[in-house]
């Protein structure tokens, strides 16, 4: 599998793992409070890894502007996940990641880059790594 993809098999598509995100997981936020990520970590699996999911509420912007944030971030994640996915196979552990914006909505951020993101995702990535190795 290519290392700067982001395949099905990274994504979190099932309602269960939603549920289980939302219900038991846990959430940080960036150190502007631009992004933040809700995530549980489940040891003892099978195969370790990373799921992601990337949502924006409705109320942030109209579609076009949340489809936008969400391309960002996903592209963001896509490029930068390679230690924190290393650490989680060698530990063999599932972490399951819903990335969307704290604070960044379409009022106040007309036109958004991806080096609005790009520094808060990394930030978050580093401190969703210090939790595994916690762990």
């Known amino acids: 599998m290519k290392n700067f993809s982001l395949s099905k098999n990274e994504r979190i598509k ?7 995100v939302y219900t038991k997981g846990k959430i940080l936020y960036s150190s502007q409070k631009k992004i933040k990520v809700n995530y549980y970590l489940e040891s003892s699996v099978n195969e370790g ?11 942030a912007g109209n579609a076009v502007w949340r489809n936008r944030v969400k391309r960002l971030l996903r592209e963001a994640y ?6 924190l996915k290393d650490l989680c196979i ?9 990335f969307s914006p704290n604070i960044i909505n379409q009022k106040h951020n007309k036109k958004i880059k991806l080096d609005l993101i790009l520094d808060d995702l ?6 969703m790594k210090s939790k595994v190795q916690d762990a």
Do not use: E, H, P, Y
């Open 14 to 20: 099932l309602k269960r793992d939603f549920q289980k």
């Open 49 to 59: 890894g990373i799921k992601a999911a990337f949502v924006v509420s409705k109320k």
């Open 78 to 83: 896509r490029t930068n996940k390679l230690l």
């Open 90 to 98: 060698s530990k063999n552990q599932l972490l399951l990641m819903i």
């Open 122 to 127: 990394i930030g978050l990535l580093d401190k």
